[in-house]
Structure formats: C-alpha cells, structure tokens
C-alpha cells in the first residue's frame, strides 16, 4: 500500500501595495509660491538708496504723511486745554520738532529701521484725563489753563518715559519678544493697521466732497495710470501721493473761495475748508522750540501712572510697527537685541519730548511705514532725510504751517490706503506657519477677532472726558486699564502670546513657525543681521554688546 507524499510549499504572504496618494489638484491649477523672508518688488531696500533729487522727494513725502498725525492730535488737545490758534501753532512746531529729533535717534542707533517717531494717539486718553482733573480750577486766564494742563503733561511723560528707558535696556521687552512666533505676529502686526479704523473713512467722511475724490484718484493714479508708460509708471509709483495731494488741496482751496461752505455747520466748515485752522495768521516767523518752554514741569502722582500706562502701549504699538517696516524694506525680522535698543531709546525720546513740553507722546509711525510699501522704496536715507524737513518747518512756523492747513478728510483718505498696506502685510507672515492647522487657524482668529473687539467696546464706552469702562475708586488704575484695553496690538500681544505658549506649544512646533523664526532671535542667528541692523561708524566698539 503506498502512501502518496504531500509536498508543503512555504509562500511568503503578498505585500499589499497602498493605493497611491491622491493627486495634488493645486498643482494642477496652477503654480504655488514658497514663503518668501523678504519682498522682492522693492525698488530699494534698507541699505540701498534712490538718487538725491528723488530721495529729497520722497523724504518730502513722509513729512507730509507724518504732519496729518500731528496736526490730528493738536487740534484734538489743545482747544480743550483753552489754548489759542497760536498755542496750537506752537505745540505742532513743537511736536515737529521732537518727531524729526526722535526719528534720527531711532534710525541711526534704535532700530536702524526706515521709521518715523511721531506723536501717538495712544497718549489723548490720559491727556483728556488731566484735562478733566482741571475743569473745575479757577485761572485767572484760558491761556493760563492751558500752559498749566502743557506742565502737568510734561511732568507725567517725563517720569512715564523711565518704564520704556527700563522695560529696554534691561532687556526685558527683548525677552519677551522672543516668546513671539509668526502665529502672533499676524495678528499683531495686522491690527497695527486694521485697529487705526477710525481715522481712515470716518474721519474721510467729515467733508465726502474731498475726501473722497482723494481716495479715488489716489488709487487709480497711483494703481491703474501709472501704467500707461513707463515714465509714468515711475513717477505716479513714486511721487503719486504727493501729487494727489496738491491737485485735491488745490480743488479744496477753490471750493473754500467760491464759497461753497460759508452757509454750512461750523464742524463741516472745520473739515473742509483750508483757512478754518488760523495757523497761518498765528505760527511765528521763525521760533525755535526750547526746553520748558512752558515752565516748570509739574508732577502728580495719579497723572504719571495714567501716562505710563500710554507708554507701556506705545512699546507694544512700535513693536508691531518695527515687524511691518522690516519687511516693506526688505530687512530680516528685528532681532530681540533690536527691540531692547529701540524700545529704550523711545524712552529717552519721551523723557526728551517731557523736558522740550509736548503733549503727547511718540511711537513708531504706521502711516510712513504704508507710505515704504506704498512707493516701493524702504531705503533708511529717505526716512532720515525726512527729519531736515520737520526740523525746518517746525522752527519757520510760517512755511509749516502753510502745510499743516490741509485738510484733515484728505488724510483720512491716505490713512485708508496706508493702513491696509501695513494690515496686509501682517497677513503676510502666515506663509511662514501651517495654514492648515486648526490650532494656528483659531489662535489667528481669536486673537485678530478680540484685539479688534475689545478696543471698540473701550473706545465707544468713553467719555469725552477721557473716562472708560473701567471706573473704580482710584482714578490712576481706571487711566491704566482703560488706555491699555484701548489699543489692539497691546490686546494682540496679551492674547496671542498667551494662547500660543499654553495651547499644544511643544507639540505644534514646526506649524507655529518656531524653526523658521528661531534663528532671528539672535544677533548671529542669521548672517543678515548685522547688515541691516549693525550700527553705524563703529559705534558697536563702544556700547556693551547685549545691545548690538
């Protein structure tokens, strides 16, 4: 009997092959950009400069741009100070002249950045706070008042100025700025832009009749003309501002004489008409602004910690402001060192701005940093030659204040344009996160949502004494609060920041950016530091190297 024999073969299961991923349909519609540090449509950047004739154009330009703000503050203060039209002609020569003092420190040894330093806004609520404290004081005089109200300004910003002096050069803003990542300098640097609303079309819309045809012929001669020949393109790109504003002051200059506002409510005769300001007939020939030019400072205790609050904002603002300007002139993000130096030099500049009696106090311009995106020229020379025009004007008050009578709706119209270049270019730096994490998405969203937000709800429920929301017994901590919760990049800072550290930090470390911004936070993190940011004649031989 046989038995058959079975024979075992031993296979190897088969290997299952994965489907194949799904094709990528963006690619097949159409090419996609990998992030870019820095912009690549600049005609000069950071180092690089235009010939004398046009950077002197240019620099023109910002000064015009940097007045608007100026001349918005002093109208705003100083009638309710008791002040007269010369008063006022006084303060902007002497706001003027700090500005252009202020912005040479900054871009020769602060930040190095294409920025100027002008008076904030930041500083009106505290301002209308000790205006208030004195509504009830009897003076012999209103110009009495208001060279009382200048002191006790005075003597606030410049105790004030010692919390920048120290949050700089103790390097601790530096430490905190090394907590931000692209996820919070979207939103922070977008509401630098989008949270100055206010003074866009409202304020356009207190006189339609220029404002608007400012904004319209700004966008399509600087936009869509400009293109009809290459020459033209040039010139409209570059000098398109300046030449919107001559033809439009021209027409309100025209509308003013014809007549065309004299049967009109004071407030629209106010916005529209070029001779309501009087600084033509009351700025002096020649003036030059000097120390305590008002007397001696006068300090109070519940006014200083109002302003230091204005001041603690003011680091938050320019911060946001240094991160726009870096990119629309072609320069790496700031360094944290860069914060340190240029956060503690707009200290000195508000303890200078004290002692030379302003009433306010400066920050970074985000009007003139739109202005860099605006023209395509982010050169540091342009900026710095922009001083010599606000160091002049501000000392031949006739000739300023021939330019400070434009009309405030025509710069509303060119806050409108400006302002969304600097909102835009905070969306920008998303390119450098994971767009599609749910994580980043809802940090962006909250933080641009509430820093927006809660400002609106702090403004609106103020006064126009200056009181907020905030209304306890101690009259200092309601200025504090109130000016602090007013301005959205300090609310940007505070929520981004916090929900960026405590939200899945370690475990989203490449979707928050973290490997691409890391190397920027330290002077030789990156080889273009110093080219950007080195300071000048060999000035680093001399400062203590934590601060170059």
């Not at 040894?109 to 404290?133: A, E, H, K, Y």
């Not at 200048?150 to 100025?161: D, E, F, K, M, N």
């Not at 700089?168 to 530096?174: K, N």
């Not at 009259?475 to 602090?484: A, K, M, R």
């Amino acid at each position: 009997m046989g038995e058959s024999a079975t024979t075992h073969q031993h296979t190897s299961p088969a290997t299952v092959t994965p489907p194949p991923p799904p094709p990528n349909l963006a690619l097949s519609r159409g090419p996609t950009w990998t992030p870019a540090e820095q912009l690549q449509q600049l005609h000069y950047c950071i180092h690089s400069n235009p010939s004398w004739p046009e950077a002197v154009l240019l620099a023109f330009q910002h000064y015009i741009v940097v007045l608007g703000t100026i001349v918005l503050i002093a109208t705003t203060l100083v009638p309710r100070m008791g002040g007269t039209p010369g008063d006022k002609a006084r303060v902007i020569q002497t706001l003027l002249f700090t500005a252009g003092l202020n912005t040479l420190l900054q871009t020769a040894l602060g930040s190095r950045l294409p920025t100027v330093m002008r008076s904030s806004l930041v500083f009106i609520l505290p301002v209308l706070s000790i205006i208030n404290d004195f509504s009830d004081r009897t003076f012999s005089s209103e110009h009495e008042r208001f060279t009382y109200t200048v002191r006790t300004i005075q003597g606030s910003l410049i105790v004030a100025s010692i919390i920048n002096i120290i949050l700089g050069f103790s390097r601790a803003w530096g430490h905190l700025t090394r907590l931000f990542t692209p996820v919070v300098i979207v939103p922070l640097v977008t509401v630098v832009g989008l949270g100055l609303f206010m003074r866009g079309f409202p304020m356009l819309a207190n006189c339609v009749e220029i404002g608007l045809p400012m904004l319209i012929l700004l966008v399509v001669g600087q936009q869509y003309l400009r293109r009809i020949h290459p020459r033209v393109d040039v010139i409209l790109e570059r000098f398109g501002l300046l030449i919107c504003i001559t033809l439009v002051w021209a027409f309100a200059a025209i509308l003013t004489v014809a007549g065309a506002y004299n049967h009109v409510r004071e407030v629209t005769k106010q916005s529209c008409r070029t001779d309501r300001s009087f600084l033509m007939s009351s700025a002096p020939w020649i003036r030059v602004p000097y120390p305590f030019q008002w007397g001696t400072p006068i300090f109070r205790a519940s006014h200083v910690f109002g302003m230091m609050g204005a001041t603690l904002v003011t680091s938050a603002e320019s911060t946001g402001t240094f991160f726009a300007a870096a990119r629309l002139s072609g320069a790496t993000p700031p360094p944290a060192y860069i914060f340190n130096r240029s956060i503690g030099l707009q200290g000195i500049g508000l303890l200078v701005e004290g002692i030379f009696g302003c009433i306010a106090g400066n920050s970074a311009s985000v009007e003139n940093v739109g202005l860099l995106g605006l023209t395509h020229i982010g050169s540091r020379r342009v900026v710095q030659i922009s001083t010599a025009f606000m160091i002049f004007f501000s000392i031949f008050g006739k000739f300023g204040a021939f330019f400070a009578s434009i009309p405030l709706p025509i710069f509303g119209a060119i806050y409108c344009v400006l302002f969304g270049i600097v909102a835009a270019t905070g969306i920008s730096f998303m390119q450098f996160t994971n767009n599609n994490s749910m994580r980043n998405l809802y940090i962006i969203g909250l933080s641009l949502f509430l820093s927006i937000s809660i400002p609106q709800y702090f403004v609106t429920s103020s006064s126009r004494d200056g009181s907020g929301p905030v209304q306890t017994a101690g009259g200092w901590f309601n200025d504090i609060l109130n000016t602090i919760f007013s301005s959205a990049p300090t609310v940007a800072i505070i929520i981004g920041t916090l929900l960026d550290q405590t939200l899945d930090a370690k475990p989203s470390t490449n979707d928050r950016g973290v490997s691409w911004w890391k190397p920027f936070q330290h002077k030789k993190g990156d080889v273009r530091n110093d080219e950007f940011y080195g300071l000048p004649l060999r000035i680093n031989e001399y400062i203590p190297t934590r601060f170059h």
